[in-house]
């Protein structure tokens, strides 16, 4: 009887050994991915644009959480710490020169998304939850119901940055209309998320004030976010089986928003895999075309022959065939993979239902 038990405490070990050792692997290829993405914007801080730039700052917010929780658990876990410090402040140093280049490029705009360019603004998960199937609709729109316009107005009324020195957390209808309707697909479904994740962070207390809908009557914040989730991984669970090079943006976008929201069945470790295949050996960044290279400096060219044409924000393909918005994406994501599996060390922090 003895022996049976030292043998399953022995199999158990065992088990437990190769689960930890199999966790370290995946830390050290987090750790050394992020660590070629920090060399891409050292390298290209000043092209990046302010929707690349929030990506690796919510990176910075996402490495500074992990290096401050980090478990102590053995000497293999201590020098990973060590390689997170380091990033950190490279990240530190890069995002500072980065910031001074949007400030300079475009004020104006800048000035609008300010907060959002400090990594204290944004919060990290500190409990988890999953998706519900059951709350996917019935049929989504086939095109996108989002105005960036109206998106970036709805934005700057939660974050009181619409005039000098505006009141913050104002809600308009068309704001709340917007964001709270159900059937958008893709980057509109993204955007809704984004827009209550900013509110909550900003201190927003009851964004749904003065909606009189009574089948929205009992609806909460973090129910709009659970339903949002819930549908933006039917989206995820679709693309991955046909995955196009368009879908990819919003694939790891879908990640990075519903991880950072806490919905902890976002990482899953064979979309981990995806994404570190994703990055270019030779650069370090996400989504880089080679054949656009020769194309875009002929743009590059024309804009600066033209420059008062604003560059969309969403996207910005830079010299070297690199996608600005999927590297931030991409980093910020596996940010997010970091931390969810240092806290999944930590038996007291394990997914609630």
Not at 77 to 85: F, G, I, K, L, M
Not at 270 to 276: A, E, K, M, N, V
Not at 336 to 351: A, C, F, M, S
Request: net charge negative; hydrophobic share 40%.
């Amino acid at each position: 009887m003895m022996r049976v038990s030292v043998l399953r405490l022995a199999a158990a070990l065992a088990l437990f050994a190769a689960v930890c050792g199999s966790r370290a692997e995946v830390i050290d290829d987090i750790l050394s991915s992020l660590s070629r993405g920090v060399s891409f914007l050292e390298r290209q801080h000043e092209h990046i644009n302010l929707d690349g730039v929030v990506g690796f700052v919510i990176l910075q917010a996402e490495l500074k959480e992990a290096v401050r929780t980090w478990p102590h658990t053995d000497p293999v876990s201590w020098a990973q710490r060590t390689t997170a410090v380091a990033l950190v402040r490279r990240l530190d140093q890069s995002l500072e020169k980065a910031n001074a280049a949007l400030e300079q490029d475009d004020p104006k705009y800048y000035r609008e998304f300010e907060p959002l360019l400090s990594w204290s603004f944004w919060l990290i998960p500190q409990e988890w939850y999953t998706t519900d199937p059951s709350l996917v609709y019935p049929s989504t729109m086939t095109t996108e119901c989002y105005d960036e316009q109206l998106s970036d107005k709805c934005l700057t009324l939660l974050l009181g940055t619409w005039k000098m020195n505006g009141t913050p957390c104002i809600v308009t209808k068309p704001c709340r209309d917007t964001m709270t309707r159900f059937g958008c697909p893709h980057y509109s479904l993204s955007h809704q998320l984004l827009y209550f994740m900013i509110g909550k962070m900003k201190g927003c207390t009851n964004l749904l004030k003065g909606d009189t809908r009574a089948s929205r009557a009992n609806m909460t914040e973090q129910n709009y976010q659970r339903i949002f989730c819930s549908n933006m991984m039917k989206t995820n669970q679709d693309i991955k089986n046909g995955l196009t090079e368009q879908m990819v943006d919003i694939f790891i976008e879908n990640i990075l928003i519903c991880g950072l929201s806490g919905f902890s069945d976002f990482h899953k470790a064979d979309w981990l895999q995806h994404i570190l295949r994703l990055q270019d050996e030779e650069v370090g960044c996400f989504g880089r075309d080679k054949s656009i290279i020769s194309q875009i400096i002929g743009d590059e060219l024309l804009e600066q022959l033209q420059p008062h044409r604003r560059v969309k924000r969403r996207e910005k393909i830079l010299p070297d065939g690199c996608s600005s918005h999927m590297t931030a994406v991409a980093v910020g994501a596996l940010g997010g993979y970091l931390n969810y599996y240092l806290t999944e060390q930590d038996i007291t922090k394990r997914p609630l239902s």
